[in-house]
């Protein structure tokens, strides 16, 4: 639980093209649009911060909440309340830069740039292909 940093003119555009976030159903959409239930979570805006609050039930589902409302264009900060029903160890959020590869990212923070299929399985599916990653995008490794 915290506050997490994003790139507020990175993300996908869910509000007009603006870097503006967008209403908190928007974003409850994007939730679900990474596999997720959506009722489980409240949203809610205070300028360019998410707050987001609920109940996951496990430690990669909250996850992938925080980061489905953070990569959109217009959220600069997501303040994490979310409880888990099963703790489990977290992962560490990596910001994209320009250059990085799923491969040159999976060798920094594993040691072996062969794993970065264990990055592309965790951030899916907001992650549709290996290749497709851009500057600004925040990705979860998982431990």
Avoid: C, W
């Amino acid at each position: 639980m915290g506050l997490l940093n994003f790139l507020k003119s990175a993300g996908k555009s869910i509000f007009g093209g603006g870097a503006q976030a967008a209403e908190p159903e928007k974003l409850k959409e994007e939730i679900a649009a990474a596999g997720l239930d959506a009722s489980k979570f409240e949203v809610a805006l205070e300028g360019d911060k998410v707050v987001l609050k609920g109940a996951a039930a496990t430690q990669e589902e909250r996850e992938k909440a925080i980061l489905a409302v953070g990569n959109v264009e217009g959220v600069a900060t997501v303040e994490d309340s979310v409880e888990v029903a099963a703790p489990e160890p977290e992962s560490v959020f990596h910001t994209v830069e320009k250059g990085d590869t799923l491969s040159a990212i999976a060798k920094k923070h594993y040691g072996d740039a062969n794993k970065y299929m264990k990055i592309f399985d965790a951030n899916k599916p907001m992650l549709s292909h290996p290749d497709k990653i851009y500057p600004g995008q925040v990705l979860r490794i998982p431990a």
